[in-house]
């Protein structure tokens, strides 16, 4: 996008079509862990004191509760609308920055965190990168490679890779320079470029370098 969406000018247009139901709004992602790049998307949870469905916004990535229900495990609440998870409960919980409403509890364990985490690389990335290790013989390492695609999958599992280890949650950018400093030979600090604005052309190379990041993930969390 070529402007940050705030979440004053989010809440504005919330008010303006649903007066008086947003209870409390909570800010998480790219805008408090300092990784907010051009496409950045404002990553915000909302609370509403009644059951509706929300108007869409560009720009904006939203998940819906019911007011009271960040007072709640995780595995307790059904939301409005969006995903909920351990890992959002505990960034609400730790960075999240409250704009409306009383700053949430989210209860949770690190465990919790630890076992999502754990899951989502096999359930969700797994998945991807299996697919991906198929296509391989039949790609040039040299020709260009979708730039969002490899960014996502580039960074993402090195998330939580990092919260498994640590506990800790990360923005990408951080992750990819974790990652990077873990495996200094692959060249992850590339994707960490690309995402923040730079010319870095992105090739399959970097796809492959991806594939093989993952699986060195996937044995340091087995390890």
């Known amino acids: 996008m070529d402007q ?57 990535d939203v998940t819906v509760v019911l007011a ?34 009383t700053r949430p509890t989210c209860p949770g364990t690190a465990a919790d965190v630890e076992a999502y985490c754990r899951d989502n690389l096999v359930s969700y990335w797994k998945l991807d990168w299996d697919r991906f290790r198929s296509a391989v013989p039949t790609l040039d390492p040299e020709a260009p490679i979708a730039r969002d695609t490899v960014l996502w999958v580039g960074l993402g599992p090195a998330r939580l890779w990092h919260t498994i280890r640590t506990g800790e949650i990360v923005s990408k950018s951080r992750a990819g320079e974790l990652a990077a400093a873990r495996w200094p030979d692959l060249p992850i600090l590339d994707l960490v470029a690309s995402r923040r604005g730079e010319d870095v052309p992105l090739k399959v190379a970097h796809g492959l370098a991806g594939l093989e990041l993952f699986d060195r993930i996937m044995a340091d969390v087995t390890t």
């Open 4 to 60: 940050v969406i705030t979440p004053g000018d989010y809440l504005a247009f919330l008010d303006a079509r649903l007066p008086g139901l947003v209870a409390g709004a909570h800010v998480y992602g790219s805008r408090v862990l300092d990784d907010v790049v051009p496409d950045s998307d404002l990553d915000i949870v909302i609370e509403l004191s009644s059951a509706r469905e929300l108007p869409a916004f560009d720009g904006a």
């Open 68 to 101: 009271g229900s960040l007072e709640k495990p995780v595995f307790d609440v059904t939301p409005l609308a969006g995903e909920i998870t351990p890992v959002l409960w505990q960034q609400l919980r730790t960075v999240g920055q409250t704009v409306r409403g």
